[in-house]
């Protein structure tokens, strides 16, 4: 069957330190990836999107990689902040109009 | 602020009400969905429209009925519905490419739906 799987545990970390989140996936060719943020009660928002012929994306303290023979996305936020703490989905788009959704992974950053 | 509106923001009702939730988007964007989420729980694609017509019905019961009026609109009617339809309701809308979504969904910020 067709999975996205994201750690469900939370993850706990200091201040100033990088944050990695792991997105699995199987039985999927996804043209592109994308990560998005969600707050509680509120909608997801877009963070960065990377396709299947880049090895690795960056946007200011984000970072993504995409290694399709693994079915792995690796999300990096360095120098992390108290405000990152939410929650950070992975999706794949599968084509024809669907994105799939991983049910995310909570991050908590702490001061 | 995002830029798609989703009103209202939440909603209580009765299995034997009809409500509607709405969308609206002002981004020229020719794609909108409607996803649903449940607490701890990955958004789940129920409906998507491209060019105002109904392009994915992800099984749906009928008991949700998508309309798109415009471009800009996109509806949810509401019947007859079950306490476990409780969610949160989240509308999205894209560019759409070529053969689907082209790049990234841009998110309301969902319509909180108890249903007593």
């Known amino acids: 069957s067709q999975k996205i799987e994201q750690n469900s545990e939370a993850l706990n970390i200091q201040e100033g330190k990088t944050a990695t989140l792991t997105c699995n996936y199987t039985n999927y060719s996804p043209a592109y990836l994308q990560w998005y943020r969600q707050d509680p009660g509120r909608g997801p928002v877009f963070l960065l999107l990377?396709?299947?012929?880049?090895k690795e994306k960056r946007k200011e303290r984000l970072k993504v990689t995409f290694d399709t023979t693994l079915k792995q996305s690796l999300f990096h936020i360095t120098a992390s902040q108290p405000a990152d703490s939410a929650t950070y989905l992975c999706?794949?788009?599968?084509?024809?109009?669907?994105?799939?959704f991983g049910a995310g992974t909570r991050l908590f950053v702490k001061a | 602020d995002t830029e798609v509106t989703q009103t209202p923001k939440h909603l209580v009702m009765g299995m034997t009400n009809k409500k509607s939730l709405k969308c609206e988007q002002h981004?020229?964007?020719?794609?909108m969905y409607w996803y649903k989420q449940k607490a701890k729980k990955p958004p789940e694609l129920m409906f998507v429209y491209s060019y105002e017509k109904l392009s994915i019905n992800e099984s749906v019961p009928s008991r949700f009925s998508p309309e798109c009026p415009n471009s800009s609109l996109l509806n949810l009617h509401l019947h007859a519905l079950q306490p476990e339809d409780s969610a949160l309701y989240l509308c999205?809308?894209?560019?759409?490419?070529?053969?689907?979504?082209?790049?990234?969904?841009?998110f309301g910020e969902g319509s909180r739906l108890t249903v007593l």
């Open positions: 990377i396709r299947e012929n880049e």
């Open positions: 999706a794949v788009y599968t084509g024809g109009f669907k994105t799939i």
């Open positions: 999205a809308s894209s560019h759409p490419g070529g053969q689907g979504v082209d790049g990234e969904l841009f």
């Open positions: 981004m020229g964007h020719r794609a």
